[in-house]
C-alpha cells in the first residue's frame, strides 16, 4: 500500500512538473506524454493485481493430489460426502467436509487427524453419524 500511495503521489508530481514545463518552455506534448506514462504504469499495476486476485475471486481449487489427500485420511473413517476446497488467500485455503461416520470419534478427534494439511486455514467439518 506504501509503493501504490507513494507512485500516486509521484505520477501527480510528474503531471503537475509537465504543465508547468509545458506552460514555460512551450512542450506542450509534455503533458500528454506523461499522460501515457501515468497509464502505462496503472496498467501494469493493474495487471499485477488480476493475476494476484482472480484466483481467490474465481474460486480457484487447489491440486487435485492434495484434495484426494484429504479423502484419503478420512477414507478409515467413513465416507466423505462432500469435499469442497478453495483459495481465500494467497497460501491458504477454506475446506467444508461432509462425513458420514462408521467410526465413534468426536468431530474434534476428526479435526487433529486433518491437521497435518496445513495449506487449510480454515476447516469446516459436518459429521454425521452413520
Known amino acids: 500500500a506504501y509503493l501504490h500511495v507513494l507512485a500516486d503521489a509521484l505520477t501527480s508530481v510528474l503531471a503537475i512538473a509537465a504543465l508547468i514545463l509545458g506552460k514555460l518552455y512551450g512542450w ?3 503533458d500528454a506524454a506523461m499522460g501515457i506514462v501515468g497509464a502505462v504504469v496503472i496498467s501494469k499495476w493493474t495487471m499485477n493485481l488480476i493475476k494476484q486476485t482472480s484466483p481467490i475471486l474465481l474460486d480457484e481449487n487447489i491440486e487435485q493430489e492434495y484434495r484426494s489427500a484429504i479423502k ?3 477414507t478409515p473413517y467413513g465416507t466423505v460426502t462432500d469435499l469442497h476446497v478453495w483459495k481465500v488467500s494467497g497460501h491458504h485455503y477454506s475446506a467444508a467436509i461432509t462425513l458420514h461416520a462408521s467410526a465413534g ?3 474434534e478427534e476428526y479435526k487433529q487427524k ?3 494439511f496445513d495449506k ?3 476447516l469446516t467439518l459436518e459429521v454425521h453419524s452413520s
Open 114 to 116: 486433518l491437521s497435518k
Open 28 to 30: 506542450n506534448w509534455l
Open 72 to 74: 484419503e485420511e478420512l
Open 120 to 122: 487449510i486455514s480454515h
Open 105 to 107: 470419534l468426536t468431530v
